[in-house]
């Protein structure tokens, strides 16, 4: 079955750095999209990243881009979440995902596999 754990998450000042990881199984990962969404406090699951199969095309929201960078091993099959320039905003529960689609009317991500989650604290 699909699995997918994280790691990498903690505490960090602003303007600080953490890569996230996140190792894949249970499925071909090499040929897979794969996406990193977050979940922040009281908040509805945000998606933040998305990342061909290939590695070759990647996509960010607006409030992430020009700070993030998604990328891939797939000899690994390991996704990873670099983020630079971290902000108070984006403190949450970083997930792994696979099979996302968007939510037409709301405009959020619906996600059928995610692994457990990694907490991301930016405070002072």
């Known amino acids: 079955q699909v699995q997918l754990v994280e790691s990498g998450g903690g505490l960090v000042q602003p303007g600080g750095s953490l890569r996230l990881s996140c190792v894949a199984s249970?499925?071909?990962?090499?040929?897979?999209?794969m996406y990193w969404v977050r979940q922040a406090p009281g908040k509805g699951l945000e998606w933040v990243a998305t990342?061909?199969?290939?590695?070759?095309?990647?996509n960010y929201a607006d409030s992430v881009k020009g700070r993030f960078t998604v990328s891939r091993d797939n000899a690994r099959n390991t996704l990873y979440l670099h983020m630079n320039s971290l902000k108070s905003e984006d403190t949450a529960v970083y997930y792994c995902?696979?099979?996302?689609?968007?939510?037409?009317?709301?405009?959020?991500?619906?996600?059928?596999?995610r692994g457990q989650g990694t907490q991301v604290t930016v405070s002072a």
């Open positions: 995902a696979k099979d996302v689609e968007r939510d037409q009317i709301r405009g959020t991500p619906i996600v059928k596999y």
């Open positions: 990342i061909m199969s290939d590695g070759t095309t990647t």
């Open positions: 249970g499925f071909t990962f090499s040929n897979s999209w």
